[in-house]
C-alpha cells in the first residue's frame, strides 16, 4: 500500500531527474515546470496523500536546484498550485474534466507570470517572457494527455485500498 501510495511522487521525481538530465530534447527547460505544477494539481486534487506539502515543496527545490533557476520560486509556484487544489479540491472533484482543466488553465497562467515576475525582480532585468509564455502553452496542452495518465493510475497501480 505504501509502494501504491509513492506513485504520484516517484512519477514527478522521475521527471524531474529526466527533464534535468542533459539530453538535447528541445523544449525541456519549459516542459518540465509544466508538467510539474500538472502533476500537482492533478493529485493534490484526487489524491493528496500522494502528494503531500512537504513533497510538494522537495519537488520543487529539486527543480530549482537541478535546473539552476531563481531559487525559491519554483518552491512557491508549486505549493501556490497545491495550496489551491487542496482546498478547493471537494468542488474541483465534482467537476466535469473540461471545466477542471479551464480552471487549471487559469491557475497555469497565474502561476507561471508569477515566476517570470519573481525571476524578474530576483535578477534585476525584464527576463524575457517567451519562456514563459511556453511554459503556459506546454502546461495547459499537456495536461489532458497527463490527467488521462494519471487518472488511469489512480484506478489502479497508484491506488493503495486495492490489493
Do not use: C
Not at 86 to 91: A, E, G, P, S
Not at 143 to 149: G, N
Amino acid at each position: 500500500m505504501v509502494v501504491r501510495s509513492l506513485v504520484p511522487m516517484t512519477f514527478t521525481i522521475f521527471v524531474v531527474l529526466f527533464l534535468s538530465t542533459p539530453f538535447d530534447i528541445p523544449g525541456r527547460n519549459e516542459l518540465l515546470p509544466a508538467i510539474v505544477v500538472a502533476s500537482v494539481y492533478f493529485w493534490s486534487i484526487y489524491r493528496p496523500k500522494s502528494m503531500p506539502a512537504v513533497g510538494v515543496f522537495f519537488l520543487g527545490f529539486l527543480t530549482d536546484l537541478l535546473n539552476f533557476s531563481t531559487p525559491g520560486v519554483v518552491i512557491f509556484i508549486l505549493l501556490i498550485t497545491y495550496g489551491i487544489g487542496v482546498t478547493q479540491r471537494f468542488r474541483l472533484a465534482k467537476y466535469n474534466f473540461i471545466l477542471v482543466w479551464l480552471i487549471f488553465a487559469v491557475i497555469a497562467v497565474g502561476v507561471f507570470m508569477l515566476q517570470w515576475i519573481l525571476s524578474s525582480v530576483f535578477s534585476l532585468k525584464i527576463m524575457p517572457y517567451t519562456s514563459f509564455l511556453f511554459e503556459i502553452i506546454f502546461a495547459v496542452g499537456i495536461y489532458p494527455l497527463l490527467s488521462i495518465v494519471f487518472a488511469w493510475a489512480h484506478r489502479t497501480i497508484a491506488n493503495p485500498g486495492k490489493v
